[in-house]
Structures are given as C-alpha cells and as structure tokens.
C-alpha cells in the first residue's frame, strides 16, 4: 500500500510539473510588456504613466488576443535579455528587428517605419554630414543609431559615444560634450520641440535601409501569431492609422 501511495504521488508530481512546463505566455491572462518610455512619442512618462503609441498599440493588441497588459519601464539594451530571462513577455519600445536581434529573439510584422535624424545645437555650425568630421557623436546603447554611427565612423572620423536614454544624448549635447547625436527624427523632433536651442536634419535614407518598428517576443512564441493577426487586422479596419495620427500627426517635418 505504502508502495502504491509513493508511485501515486510520484506520478501527481509529474503531472503538476509538466502541466507547469507545458504552459506557455499565450495562456497567461497578463501580459509584462519591457519598453524604454524616453521615446516619445511612442514611449514616454506623463507622471506617473507611461504612454504613447507603442503603449496604445499594445493595449489595443492585448485586448485583441484576451490579454491584460503589465508594463515595465527599462533601459533599451536591456529589454532583449528581460524578454529571453521572462521578466517580460513582449517588447514594444521602437525596436527594429535586425539580423542580430532576430538570432535571439522572434518578431512581429513592422508596424511603423522610420529615418534617421542628426540632432545639435543651434549654435553648432553643423549642417550637413560634412559638417560632422572630426565630431563627437552620442547615440543610445544598443539602438540601431549606435550601429549607423559606427558605419559612419570610418568615413567622416567620429568619435562615437553611446548612453542608455535619448534624453541624456540631448543633455550632452546642450552641455557641450556631444557635438551632436543620432535619433530617429519622429522622436528627435519631439526632443527639439521642447529645446529651443536644439536643431535638427534628416540623414539622407538608403536604398537599402529599412528601418521599421516590431514588436519582440520570445522565440518561437504563441503569441507572435497571434499579435500577427491582430496587427493586421487593425491594419486593415484603419485603427492603426488613427493611431498613428494620434501620436505622429504634425510631427514629421
């Protein structure tokens, strides 16, 4: 009798462990969803609230596939590894989706594309990218604007400088220690916007850039179908294009 108790029990463990190991993010009612809210505006803080289209987006998105959504503010370069250690479930924060990050992590469709800005002082006497040999040059770690700076290093002599958040690069720059930075000119705009003695120009787009916003999602998740789905399906009722109204009405220049 003792013997059969134990191999019961034995076999209830097993059951509740692989019941446990079986479950994946797509059966949890709560989403965590990592983002970097110093990029407005698809992330930014309002007080004590993070919003922006990003935020809007996977709010509408989680609503879509039966989720809530928890989000949790971080610094960029560290969102990949919260998505593959499970501190968060998804990532919306204005990433793209380039080779190396897709070896580590799964992606959605892109939602948004984007281009690059070089934003300085007024003051600076940089117009061009001429103008910017020799230069100190701030991007954020791990942005894909740190990985264009580098490919511009070779040609035009930077030195390339890199922090977590968009706003410190701006900070650098009004002290005098960047001469200027790489930021995505939607969110660079809404930087000048609030600086007056900040400036901005586009960096001329490449034939083969293609730079675009994604959302993250561990690899070989549920949940990218199913977000998938939902994407386009507010893709095709217009309730993406409202968004984007929303929040980037006006802002491109």
């Known amino acids: 009798m003792k013997k059969f108790i134990l191999l019961f029990l034995t076999a209830c463990i097993t059951f509740v462990l692989t019941a446990c190991g079986n479950?994946?993010?797509s059966d949890k009612k709560t989403l965590v969803m990592g983002t970097s809210a110093d990029y407005p505006p698809f992330e930014s803080k309002d007080g004590d609230k993070i919003v922006g289209?990003?935020?809007d987006l996977a709010k509408a998105l989680a609503k879509?596939?039966?989720h809530d959504l928890e989000i949790k503010d971080m610094d960029f370069n560290g969102l990949i590894t919260a998505l593959k250690t499970n501190k968060v479930d998804i990532v919306l924060s204005g990433m793209t989706p380039t080779p190396d990050r897709k070896k580590q992590v799964d992606f959605s469709d892109v939602y948004y594309t984007a281009h690059n800005m070089i934003v300085t002082k007024?003051?600076?006497?940089?117009?061009?990218?001429?103008?910017?040999?020799g230069k100190t040059i701030g991007v954020q770690l791990g942005s894909i604007q740190e990985e264009k700076a580098k490919e511009m290093s070779a040609d035009y002599d930077l030195n390339v400088e890199n922090r977590n958040r968009i706003s410190d690069l701006t900070e650098e720059i009004k002290a005098g220690r960047f001469d200027a930075a790489i930021i995505e000119d939607i969110v660079a705009q809404k930087y000048i916007d609030k600086n007056s003695e900040l400036i901005g120009f586009n960096l001329p787009k490449e034939p083969d850039e293609k730079a675009g916003s994604a959302i993250a999602f561990k690899k070989?998740?549920?949940?990218?179908?199913k977000f998938n789905k939902a994407l386009q399906e507010m893709e095709k009722n217009g309730e993406l294009?409202?968004?984007?109204?929303?929040?980037?009405?006006?802002?491109?220049?």
Request: aromatic letters at 8%; glycine letters at 8%; zero cysteines.
């Open 241 to 253: 294009d409202k968004l984007k109204k929303k929040w980037f009405s006006g802002d491109k220049k």
């Open 23 to 25: 479950s994946s993010d």
């Open 220 to 225: 070989n998740s549920e949940l990218t179908e």
């Open 53 to 55: 289209f990003d935020v």
């Open 122 to 133: 007024k003051a600076s006497g940089i117009k061009s990218l001429h103008d910017l040999k």
């Open 64 to 66: 879509k596939t039966g």
